[in-house]
């Protein structure tokens, strides 16, 4: 049997971008070249998942150094099992957010709780680009939940932040006193209670997002929030969910021409959509390159969807994405042949369909 090549390391990690940590650390075992290559998917972002883990590492890192190098985020999301954590483990936790260079960060766990406290300890705020408080471990807790109180001056320790993910957290978002845009070019919130304060205090004063993806249960309370965004910057991607059945008194985007203009790509689902809507959205919207209309509450037959999509409505559309039946109601899936019509349409506009 032929050895074997250890230039195919490389290319054999990277034919699946999905390792399990315990499969790479069995294949670390097999050579100083499987070490060497596995070690940097290991380290690149280590996913911590309780206390004791986050000692072990902390510890690792401690005595071998040349490690330390490889760790461009960390992913903690410790439980405590019914117990407090230890002094020697929050030790380790701060241990671990005082590494260089850490580009991406997830607090979760007992960390989603009063987060901000963590996020002082990140020796080097400016490398971080990428942030995500989850809570969804404890989003059932009824004492001690996750949560997070955003200021002017957790705003300022974290200067370079590109990407702020929330996850089934209570937001506190105080005011700022002076307008300095912040750097954020994507926000995304998950199931987010925002108990004082509003998304655009987080932007403070940027005039430009590239995404906001909102995803809630209470569209009531969002659908202001993202007005206010959405007439205080431009921007590019809007992603909207709502997992509760609701029809509003007015639109989403029932709002100033101009602000919806710079408008690419659109996403909505869950919202009540009829053709009244559509025909807006396509008059308003006028640079959408991608629309995705998804959800059990559209009200927009195959035919008026061909129709629509023949009419030359939404000129410089892409890329489309559909439900699969109309709420006549009740909803009710569309037949093939019915499906051919709009994929007809499509076709002849050269607009590639999905079907959600």
């Known amino acids: 049997m032929q050895p074997f090549i250890d230039d195919l390391v490389p290319l054999v990690l990277q034919a699946d971008e999905h390792w399990w940590p315990r499969d790479l650390a069995n294949l670390s075992t097999l050579s100083s070249t499987w070490l060497f290559y596995t070690r940097q998917r290991l380290y690149h972002c280590p996913i911590i998942q309780s206390f004791s883990a986050a000692v072990l590492l902390a510890d690792s890192l401690e005595t071998s150094p040349l490690l330390v190098s490889l ?9 405590a099992r019914e117990r407090r954590p230890r002094a020697a483990e929050l030790s ?3 241990s671990l957010l005082g590494l260089d260079g850490l580009e991406r960060v997830t607090l979760g766990g007992e960390l989603a709780v009063k987060a901000e406290r963590f996020l002082r300890h990140i020796s080097n705020p400016d490398d971080l680009k990428d942030l995500h408080i989850d809570g969804s471990l404890l989003c059932d807790r009824l004492s001690c939940r996750p949560s997070l109180e955003w200021d002017e001056s957790l705003s300022f320790t974290l200067p370079n932040i590109t990407k702020l993910r929330l996850t089934h957290i209570e937001l506190d978002i105080a005011p700022p006193s002076i307008p300095v845009p912040s750097p954020i070019t994507t926000l995304v919130l998950e199931h987010v209670d ?15 997002l590239g995404r906001l993806h909102l995803t809630t249960n209470d569209p009531a309370a969002s659908e202001e929030q993202v007005r206010l965004v959405l007439a205080s910057c431009a921007v590019a991607c809007l992603h909207y969910e709502t ?9 989403l985007l029932d709002v100033d021409p101009e602000r919806v203009e710079s408008l ?6 869950g919202h009540f959509v009829d053709m009244g809507i559509l025909t807006m959205v396509s008059e308003t919207c006028r640079n959408l390159v991608e629309l995705a209309i998804f959800g059990r509450a559209v009200r927009v037959s195959t035919g008026e969807w061909a129709h629509l999509i023949k009419s030359g409505a939404f000129s410089s559309l892409r890329r489309l994405g559909l439900p699969w039946g109309t709420n006549q109601p009740p909803f009710a899936r569309w037949p093939a042949a019915e499906i051919q019509q709009v994929q007809e349409a499509c076709s002849f506009r050269k ?4 079907l959600y």
Not at 243 to 251: G, I, L, R
């Open 71 to 79: 760790v461009k985020g960390l992913c903690l999301q410790p439980l």
């Open 92 to 94: 380790a936790i701060i």
């Open 194 to 208: 925002i108990v004082s304060g509003h998304i655009i205090h987080l932007l403070n004063g940027s005039k430009i």
């Open 243 to 251: 997992q509760k059945d609701a029809k509003s008194s007015q639109f």
């Open 264 to 269: 690419q790509c659109l996403h909505l689902c």
């Open 351 to 354: 607009i590639p369909l999905s």
